[in-house]
């Protein structure tokens, strides 16, 4: 289908862009790499009468570190994390996840900062940027302010992002040495949403886990941070009763929507089988 009408705007600036939102209220939407947003307006599911494209502001795109942390721009697309150096370096979980995420056509447009505002319980960011702890800097017309990734998704589609607001960097800790991690990710096919997955961030000293986090994808309303399964695992020895007591308490927070890719009892133990395959890669890549 052919989408609906709308006003064409093109901003250099992020205030540009903010400005636009306050001038045109909740009749304009923001376009990143369009691959959400675009598809609802053909299907008319969405229907801004105005679309603000922030492709031409150059502030919002790259990765650079500062100090212990690595900056990322919100419009910065799949491919560039892949080959980004400096995450390869400190936070390699992203390179390896986004390998995984839809196909490489979609990689060359896909944003990071598009896939976690959009606040779809499906996309593989939300649970990835709980699990490495990051944080988002939202500019409105107020001023910048930052959040953490954890809390930040609030529902299906639901975000802190005002709709004043343009997301315009994603900040998150180097990894210490030592770090573990892994995304493992069940899909039908390439390109498609997960129908499970889990992102898993892990330290040691000696046998006992020193540090642990773990998050759901599409097995909610929205992503998931699994607290009583990091409780489980936290300041223990790393063993087959431990992980099993972790994926059984991840198992229970577990809230999927039956479709085509499962109904609920399946989506919910392959979340859990997700759970044990992630911990157990992560762990062995621990220094």
């Not at 052919?2 to 636009?20: D, M, N, S």
């Not at 560039?80 to 990689?107: F, M, N, T």
């Not at 395959?277 to 890549?285: P, V």
């Amino acid at each position: 289908m052919i989408p609906p009408r709308f006003e064409y705007h093109a901003p250099k600036t992020v205030g540009e862009a903010v400005a636009l939102l306050g001038q045109l209220g909740s009749d304009a939407k923001l376009l990143a790499g369009g691959h959400s947003l675009l598809p609802m307006m053909k299907l008319r599911f969405a229907q801004p009468e105005h679309l603000i494209d922030i492709n031409r502001i150059p502030e919002l795109k790259g990765i650079r570190e500062e100090g212990a942390t690595v900056v990322i721009g919100a419009m910065t697309v799949e491919n560039d994390l892949i080959r980004s150096p400096i995450l390869q370096a400190k936070v390699p979980l992203l390179c390896e996840a986004a390998k995984l995420i839809a196909d490489p056509q979609v990689r060359n447009r896909g944003t990071i900062g598009g896939d976690i505002a959009h606040g779809d319980p499906g996309n593989d960011h939300p649970a990835l940027s709980i699990a490495i702890d990051a944080s988002f800097v939202l500019e409105g017309p107020n001023g910048r302010r930052t959040v953490a990734a954890d809390g930040f998704f609030l529902g299906t589609y639901m975000t802190l992002l005002e709709e004043n607001e343009v997301m315009c960097e994603i900040r998150v800790p180097a990894f210490a040495p030592g770090t573990g991690s892994s995304y493992e990710k069940l899909k039908r096919k390439t390109g498609d949403w997960a129908t499970a997955g889990c992102a898993v961030v892990i330290r040691k000293s000696g046998d006992q886990v020193s540090h642990v986090r773990i998050a759901l994808t599409n097995v909610a309303p929205t992503a998931l941070r699994a607290e009583a399964a990091e409780a489980a695992l936290l300041n223990k020895p790393f063993n087959a009763a431990n992980v099993q007591a972790a994926v059984e308490a991840a198992i229970a927070i577990c809230d999927p929507a039956e479709d085509l890719r499962g109904d609920i009892e399946y989506k919910t133990a392959m979340a859990g089988e997700m759970v044990k395959r992630a911990l157990n890669k992560a762990w062995s890549r621990c220094a």
